[in-house]
């Protein structure tokens, strides 16, 4: 049965959350937007309370309804969606480790990702290229095996936590002729010679999340860091070769397709707070003796606001239940919850600058920020006109 009451345990964490990103994340939101520096000591505090750890991840995802990783990402990019994105993006490589390595790879890459309470530490999910972001077939970053050993050279872009992880899970192309059929995931340990960071970003938005190049020489790792192992490998090149279907997604897209919902709750967080701050603005803001929230033009404004964010939360839930329950999304729903709530938050966070007038457009307040921060979420982990293409293709073969 579906139900949009939360258990008690589920409104205990979501109440944890808040408070720590209204605590810890919100006063110091503007400070790093502002520097643009890694908020470590944020990402400190996360650890030593439990938040930023592998147990947690755990035991969130666990929770047999599938929305508590969904929850918990609203609530922290309520906070600050840059401050979130450094505590939630070792995510990404952990749902590769996950999805595709074996149980010892699991027991022992993803508790590595995290570190410990005294010493956290990140991960990162190197997949996109310079001449290859949708298009993930074309990638050119190359695995040979040598001695025994995986040779890896190229250079990803635009990663996340990208030089500065402990562990990076690299997408790799093992036979370029089988285009994204014949790519692979290799985990590279921290200290691995050839492996090293390339330009840092500077963006228009989340600024606290670290995005950087990374560059692989020669960056040679045992064949114990190939995910899933060279027999399961060796079978899936073996099917591409002979002309059969290896799956319906490459090992790079797989990855994507599991996070959506949770990219989708991110920046739902992002429109609430927005909507959240211009309601309150215009409930206190007078004009011609009046609050602004009488004037029919802004309280249609809210109305939309609000309608939008519901049905975004709907969308996003729906699909980690299907998720939960179904085992993949049979229709796209992944795609349909983080398209929905990326322009979601994109038009709402431009309706309260709206709304706020002069005062939004200017720094001093946050709804600018939460502007920029919107925007990223219509372009990574796929992009609004991939995501229709998903959807479009899967509605076609139905």
């Known amino acids: 049965m579906v139900s949009y009451k939360l258990s008690d345990e589920q409104r205990e964490i979501r109440d944890w959350v808040h408070d720590f990103a209204e605590r810890e994340i919100r006063p110091v939101a503007h400070e790093y937007d502002e520097k643009e ?4 000591p944020i990402v400190k505090k996360a650890a030593e309370i439990g938040l930023y750890s592998h147990e947690f991840l755990g035991q969130t995802f666990q929770d047999e309804s599938g929305i508590m990783p969904a929850i918990v990402a609203e609530e922290l990019t309520w906070g600050c969606a840059g401050i979130a994105l450094a505590i939630q993006g070792t995510g990404l490589p952990v749902a590769a480790i996950f999805g595709q390595g074996t149980p010892e790879q699991i027991s022992t890459w993803i508790p ?3 570190g410990s309470a005294k010493e956290p530490a990140l991960g990162a999910f190197c997949a996109t290229e310079a001449d290859a972001g949708s298009d993930v077939g074309a990638y050119k970053t190359s695995a040979t095996k040598k001695n025994g050993d995986w040779v890896l050279n190229g250079e990803k872009v635009f990663i996340t936590n ?4 402990d562990v990076h899970v690299v997408v790799a192309s093992v036979d370029r002729s089988l285009a994204g059929r014949g790519q ?8 691995t010679p050839g492996l090293s960071q390339g330009k840092k970003e500077k963006k228009m938005g989340i600024r606290a999340s670290h995005t950087a190049t990374v560059i692989l020489n020669e960056v040679t790792v045992p064949s114990d860091c190939l995910l899933g192992g060279e027999e399961k490998l060796e079978a899936k090149l073996a099917r591409a070769r002979e002309g059969h279907s290896t799956g319906r997604t490459n090992v790079a897209m797989k990855t994507f397709e599991s996070t959506r919902p949770i990219v989708g709750a991110q920046a739902l967080g992002i429109a609430r707070a927005a909507y959240e701050f211009a309601l309150q603005y215009a409930k206190e803001r007078k004009q011609f003796g009046h609050p602004i929230i009488e004037n029919q033009a802004i309280a249609f404004k809210l109305a939309d606001m609000a309608m939008n964010i519901e049905a975004a939360r709907g969308l996003i839930w729906r699909a ?5 329950n179904g085992g993949e999304f049979k229709k796209a729903e992944g795609s349909m919850a983080k398209l929905f709530a990326g322009e979601v938050a994109v038009k709402v966070t431009e309706d309260a600058i709206q709304i706020c007038g002069g005062y939004g457009y200017i720094r001093d307040f946050p709804v600018e920020k939460w502007h920029r921060d919107a925007k990223i979420y219509t372009l990574f982990e796929g992009t609004s006109e991939i995501q229709r293409l998903v959807i479009s293709r899967t509605i076609a073969a139905a």
Not at 37 to 40: A, N, Q, R, S
């Open 320 to 324: 980690l239940w299907e998720s939960r």
């Open 37 to 40: 520096e890694f908020p470590w």
């Open 162 to 165: 990208g030089g500065i992880a």
């Open 112 to 114: 590595a990702c995290y």
């Open 184 to 191: 692979a995931s290799f985990v590279v340990p921290k200290g």
